[in-house]
Nanobody
Framework: QVQLVESGGDLVQSGGSLRLSCAPS????????MAWYRQAPGKQRELVATVSASDIPNYADFVKGRFIIFRDNAKNTAYLQMNSLKPEDTAVYYCNAEVQVTPLGRFNSYWGQGTQVTVSS
């Protein structure tokens, strides 16, 4: 069973930075699109950023200019560099990826367990 494992969440002051990481729990064949979502208490999960297999990023308007999504395909790892953090960025951040586990398998969508980011004012 493949799981996505996130790390890097923490408590940080407003204006600070954090880097989140996401990687599969075991060896897989290939990953297509990867994405970061977040869910604040009492709110719906929302898309933060995506990165394609060819490393093309897309961002939600509320993080443009502050967050950077990138990946290391050799490590099958996605990152979210978060700068100029604001209290409203406080949420559980989830990784999502389209994973092909074996060469003959299909792509399936996997989620991580989430990592807590808390930004204090």
């Amino acid at each position: 069973q493949v799981q996505l494992v996130e790390s890097g969440g923490d408590l940080v002051q407003s204006g600070g930075s954090l880097r989140l990481s996401c990687a599969p729990s075991r060896s897989i064949f290939r990953i297509d699109n990867m994405a970061w979502y977040r869910q604040a208490p009492g709110k719906q999960r929302e898309l933060v950023a995506t990165v394609s297999a060819s490393d093309i990023p897309n961002y939600a308007d509320f993080v443009k200019g502050r967050f950077i999504i990138f990946r290391d395909n050799a490590k099958n790892t996605a990152y979210l560099q978060m700068n100029s953090l604001k209290p409203e960025d406080t949420a559980v951040y989830y990784c999502n990826a389209e994973v092909q586990v074996t060469p003959l398998g299909r792509f399936n969508s996997y989620w991580g367990q989430g990592t807590q980011v808390t930004v204090s004012s």
